[in-house]
């Protein structure tokens, strides 16, 4: 049972443009949310979260938004930079008001900016 | 060094033999988490210690998987008779809010 989802495998965007990478959930538990990127070879690397008592969270050029209701985050960067191309997971805990917990991670996103 | 360190970075074994993956998390971090990612597939929860707390084992696949982590400190992914299922990046990851991951270890069972 998949309880996170990423649909797209991969991503290509134009380098300046938008990039929109979505995540579906299916449990309702689940109170915090994390983008990761990771570049091959490496681990992944912390990205943004949220919380979900929020809706949007941003840092710089990377935006999430969480839509309880529909149980749908997405991780939207703006603009969008070769340096961005990676892969791209979405991550879930349970973590009771914190940010502590194992995560629950998506299959990822393959994002490749071209210039 | 400033990260979380794992060794080795790549481990060839044969079928059935016994192998130990080692993680140096972030001087001062709490918590620490063992992932694997398989082929194809996104990262799978293995096991979690917290502070002084029992480990959440929930996530390990089989009795042939075991963990320990030592002073609060480094810890050992211990994979015993191993089967080419196995074979995957074993992620560690320490955090004290936002978990940071280590560079992983590649399993290969032949």
């Known amino acids: 049972d998949q309880q996170v989802k990423q649909n797209s495998p991969s991503l290509s965007v134009q380098e300046g443009r938008i990039s929109i990478l979505n995540c579906d959930y299916t449990n309702s538990m689940f109170d915090y949310f994390l983008w990761y990127k990771k570049y091959p070879a490496e681990g992944p690397t912390f990205l943004i979260s949220?919380?979900?008592?929020?809706d949007k969270n941003e840092d710089g050029r990377f935006t999430v938004f969480l839509n309880k209701s529909a149980k749908h985050l997405s991780l939207h960067i703006v603009p969008s930079q070769p340096g961005d191309s990676a892969v791209y997971f979405c991550?879930?805990?349970?973590?009771?008001?914190?940010?502590?917990?194992?995560?629950?991670f998506g299959q990822g996103t393959i994002l490749t900016v071209h210039p | 060094g400033a990260g979380v360190s794992q060794s080795p970075s790549n481990k060839v074994t044969e079928k059935g033999k016994d192998v130990e993956l080692r993680c140096d998390p972030i001087?001062?971090?709490?918590?620490l988490y063992w992932y694997r990612q398989s082929l194809g597939q996104g990262l799978e929860f293995l096991i979690y210690?917290?502070?002084?707390?029992?480990?959440?084992k929930s996530g390990l696949p089989s009795d042939r998987f075991s963990a320990e982590r030592t002073g609060g400190s480094v810890s050992t992914l211990t994979i015993q008779r191993t089967q080419q299922e196995d074979s995957a990046v074993y992620l560690c990851?320490?955090?004290?809010?936002?978990?940071?991951f280590g560079p992983g270890t590649r399993l290969t069972v032949t």
């Open positions: 990851a320490s955090s004290l809010s936002e978990q940071y």
């Open positions: 001087s001062g971090h709490t918590a």
């Open positions: 949220i919380s979900s008592i929020k």
């Open positions: 210690f917290q502070g002084n707390s029992a480990p959440d």
């Open positions: 991550a879930a805990s349970i973590a009771g008001g914190t940010s502590y917990g194992k995560l629950t």
